[in-house]
């Protein structure tokens, strides 16, 4: 066999084949991967800084005006309900005995002013460098130190278990198609937005009210919160309170009736 190696130049040496590597392929993928990504962040940014949250503080106080203006909206169909009340009482050719079925429908609908003694329970969110305060217990994670809507579903729940009369939450009666919900760290009841500590309040015979918080599950569970990371907890006896009627629509909007 020859010894002789092949010319570069010469038209018997071997043609070199030049072979793409997946090394540099992937190389090139990356990249054009990075141009489109600065590519899109320089479009979406149009010159400002995306880094900022400016665009949640828009969202945040577009549901503050909004909350706002639901709780006007509110009180001017209470005023307007008045008023049709008042036209309806005239000449409606009803007798004593339908006018007082009326009015003790309307006092179980919650549309009307309820008086009597009552009790409030306060909760709120556990200080934010709150640590556990029992041994035994994992040092808190973020999610134990908020009042969560299980919790505000509990003390409702209880209290019209003890036989509540009538509840109202912050600052907004209850009625059967009330939902008490929460978003973040904040509640939505009824189209308005409210920020902790939160207030409920019923009316009702103190002492069942009381055994009946007691007594439930849910809030047992959360008296472990409150003991051990320092959730916020406050039943109080109100006295004699007035709770204001629901000034809300009553329309069903969404509900079907069974078949």
């Given at each position: 066999?020859?010894?002789?190696?092949?010319?570069?130049?010469?038209?018997?040496?071997?043609v070199?084949?030049?072979?793409?590597?997946?090394?540099?392929?992937?190389?090139?993928?990356?990249?054009?991967?990075?141009?489109?990504?600065?590519?899109?962040?320089?479009n979406?940014?149009k010159?400002?800084?995306?880094?900022?949250?400016?665009?949640?503080?828009?969202?945040?106080?577009?549901?503050?005006?909004?909350?706002?203006?639901?709780g006007?909206?509110?009180?001017?169909?209470?005023?307007?309900?008045?008023?049709?009340?008042?036209?309806?009482?005239?000449?409606?050719?009803?007798?004593?005995?339908?006018?007082?079925?009326?009015?003790?429908?309307e006092?179980?609908?919650?549309?009307?002013?309820?008086?009597?003694?009552a009790?409030?329970?306060?909760?709120?969110?556990?200080?934010?460098?709150?640590?556990?305060?029992?041994?035994?217990?994992?040092?808190?994670?973020?999610?134990?130190?908020?009042i969560?809507?299980?919790?505000?579903?509990?003390?409702?729940?209880a209290?019209?278990?003890?036989?509540?009369?009538?509840?109202?939450?912050?600052?907004?009666?209850?009625?059967?198609?009330s939902?008490?919900?929460?978003?973040?760290?904040?509640?939505?009841l009824?189209?308005?937005?409210?920020?902790?500590?939160y207030?409920?309040?019923?009316?009702?015979?103190?002492?069942?009210?009381?055994?009946?918080?007691?007594?439930s599950?849910?809030?047992?569970?959360?008296?472990v919160y409150?003991?051990?990371?320092?959730?916020?907890?406050?039943?109080?006896?109100?006295?004699?309170?007035t709770?204001?009627?629901?000034?809300?629509?009553v329309?069903?909007?969404?509900?079907?009736?069974?078949?």
């Open positions: 066999m020859s010894n002789s190696a092949y010319s570069p130049g010469s038209e018997s040496s071997p070199r084949r030049r072979s793409f590597r997946p090394v540099r392929i992937l190389t090139a993928g990356v990249f054009a991967l990075a141009g489109l990504i600065f590519f899109t962040s320089f979406t940014a010159g400002t800084n995306i880094r900022t949250d400016a665009s949640l503080l828009k969202l945040s106080d577009l549901v503050h005006e909004r909350s706002l203006r639901n006007q909206l509110d009180d001017s169909n209470a005023a307007l309900r008045k008023d049709v009340e008042a036209l309806a009482e005239r000449d409606d050719g009803s007798t004593k005995a339908d006018d007082d079925r009326l009015t003790a429908l006092k179980r609908a919650g549309t009307q002013k309820l008086k009597g003694e009790i409030t329970v306060t909760l709120n969110d556990a200080p934010p460098d709150a640590t556990a305060k029992l041994p035994g217990y994992p040092e808190p994670q973020p999610d134990y130190l908020v969560h809507q299980q919790d505000l579903q509990a003390v409702v729940n209290m019209w278990q003890g036989g509540a009369e009538g509840i109202q939450v912050m600052d907004q009666r209850l009625i059967s198609t939902a008490v919900r929460c978003v973040g760290n904040t509640l939505i009824q189209g308005r937005v409210y920020s902790p500590p207030t409920i309040t019923a009316v009702g015979d103190p002492d069942k009210l009381r055994d009946a918080l007691t007594a599950p849910a809030i047992q569970n959360y008296m409150v003991n051990v990371y320092g959730l916020g907890w406050k039943v109080e006896d109100k006295g004699t309170v709770l204001p009627g629901y000034a809300g629509t329309d069903l909007h969404y509900a079907k009736p069974v078949e």
